[in-house]
């Protein structure tokens, strides 16, 4: 059975940008959350969709956003890129609601 | 509110010789607590995990961890440490009735020396 696959690995993007990062979650998985981890906050909670629904949201500003499909595969947006964005984007997927998370190797995002 | 707090920053064992990672968390009911590894440029791998019921919980690789309610604790234990189980380990506490929504602690990095 096939991972959490994220897209890209690692991208530079600059301030004032845009990013889009996806995630395909395991074949079956309903439910995709994401982690921002960054060596000065740690791993922290962005949001988690189920079933193309948004059922969580972390304490981030509006700039941040994502979306689920009908496949389960998820995106999330990162708009107005700030320097203190730079971080690995981490993607779980879970098969249960209080279940084993499966996390992805994550797409390492440089703010220059 | 909840937290998890992982009061070793950096631990350095000897090939062998056994460890205990240390956690502690803030919640008012009933947690489902979880530890999970990460090494170097890879993402997050599930050691184990407490829901309910017997409170000393087996894991992969031969970790195990003890919840205990009354000291609010879920350390990690393994007999016997292998130069490839360095890596950073995180603990974790479900948020409360928000599905799979995790609260990480900081995290403890593993050293092994030879």
């Known amino acids: 059975k096939a991972g959490v696959t994220q897209t890209p690995r690692y991208l530079i993007k600059t301030r004032g940008q845009q990013v889009t990062l996806s995630c395909s979650p395991i074949?079956?998985?309903?439910?995709v959350s994401w982690y921002q981890q960054t060596p000065g906050q740690g791993l922290q909670f962005l949001f988690e969709y189920f079933s193309e629904t948004q059922r969580n949201k972390g304490n981030f500003p509006g700039r941040f956003s994502g979306r689920q499909f009908s496949n389960s595969r998820s995106e999330m947006n990162v708009s107005t890129l700030e320097l203190g964005d730079s971080a690995l984007y981490l993607c779980?997927?879970?098969?249960?609601?209080?279940?084993?998370?499966?996390f992805g190797e994550g797409s390492r995002l440089t703010v220059l | 509110a909840q937290s998890v707090t992982q009061p070793d920053i950096h631990i350095t064992v000897s090939e062998g010789a056994s460890l205990e990672l240390r956690c502690n968390y803030s919640?008012?009911?009933?947690?489902?607590l979880f530890w999970y590894v990460q090494s170097p440029g890879q993402g997050l791998q599930l050691l184990l995990k407490y829901f309910s019921g017997d409170t000393l919980v087996q894991g992969i690789k031969g970790f195990e961890a003890e919840f205990k309610r009354s000291q609010s604790s879920f350390n990690l234990r393994k007999p016997s440490v292998h130069w490839s189980d360095a890596a950073e380990y995180f603990c974790a506490v479900e948020k409360t009735q928000a599905g799979t929504a995790l609260i990480f602690g900081k995290g403890t990095t593993l050293s092994v020396s030879s």
């Open positions: 779980a997927s879970s098969f249960s609601e209080a279940g084993e998370l499966f």
């Open positions: 074949s079956g998985h309903r439910s």
């Open positions: 919640y008012g009911a009933t947690p489902y």
